[in-house]
């Protein structure tokens, strides 16, 4: 138990570490954060608490609901990272576009904190694809923006995460048993232990969480949406 607890604190501490990485650029010397990760761990706490508001600049804003709404404030998710790529859906690659990558704060802090996590458990696992996010100031992001398009997507609330493949490819699985179901319930669990309002899987993939978040809804075979509560 305590090995697991000091995994999971070292887990947050990077992902402390990697929103401060996003919050401040890239071009933060890699010594600067060292600190941070070598520092005597914290207690353990769900990734969207353990992760702190920025520190310079506004915090994001979700204005209205996630079928009609905008994002003040937003963060860019990067192109890729040591644990993520993105998929660009409509163009079927990788990486997704720049205006397609946007969250609030919070919702990339949760990201970050669930990946360092998984990172941890499974630390030979390929990495985990991240597809749309919402546009940099939210909005209708419809077909007119790429079929099959999103009913929400926002307000930087929610993110499309692809189900790792068993053949490790760097792709969207295109059918059920195409997925590592092990690592994909793995993920499911570590956003429902995020606090995450839903999370939306696939009704032939075969996860499971609390009814009351975890729900299976159609189109989602390849992807679970995740959506974050506002605050
Ligand atoms: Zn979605």
Request: proline fraction near 13%; charge should be positive; hydrophobic fraction near 40%.
């Amino acid at each position: 138990m305590n090995a697991k607890l000091v995994a999971f604190a070292a887990a947050v501490l990077v992902a402390v570490a990697l929103v401060v990485l996003l919050v401040h650029g890239e071009n933060t010397p890699a010594s600067e954060t060292q600190p941070v990760v070598t520092t005597q761990p914290a207690p353990p706490e769900p990734p969207t608490q353990a992760v702190p508001p920025p520190s310079r600049g506004q915090p994001s804003r979700a204005i209205g609901k996630p079928w009609a709404g905008r994002l003040v404030g937003g963060v860019q998710l990067p192109p890729e990272g040591v644990d993520f790529f993105t998929w660009d859906p409509p163009l079927k690659h990788s990486p997704n576009r720049d205006w397609r990558r946007w969250g609030t704060d919070r919702l990339l802090g949760t990201l970050a904190g669930v990946l360092a996590y998984y990172r941890a458990i499974h630390p030979d696992a390929p990495r985990v694809g991240i597809g749309d996010l919402s546009r940099p100031h939210g909005g209708s992001f419809g077909r007119r923006f790429g079929a099959p398009g999103h009913a929400s997507h926002q307000n930087g609330l929610d993110v499309d995460v692809y189900y790792p493949r068993k053949d490790r490819l760097e792709r969207r699985p295109p059918a059920p048993r195409f997925v590592d179901r092990g690592l994909a319930q793995d993920l499911v669990d570590l956003f429902v232990a995020a606090g995450a309002r839903y999370v939306f899987v696939g009704p032939r993939v075969g996860l499971h969480g609390p009814r009351r978040v975890v729900q299976p809804l159609v189109l989602h075979d390849d992807h679970m949406h995740v959506r974050i509560k506002p605050r």
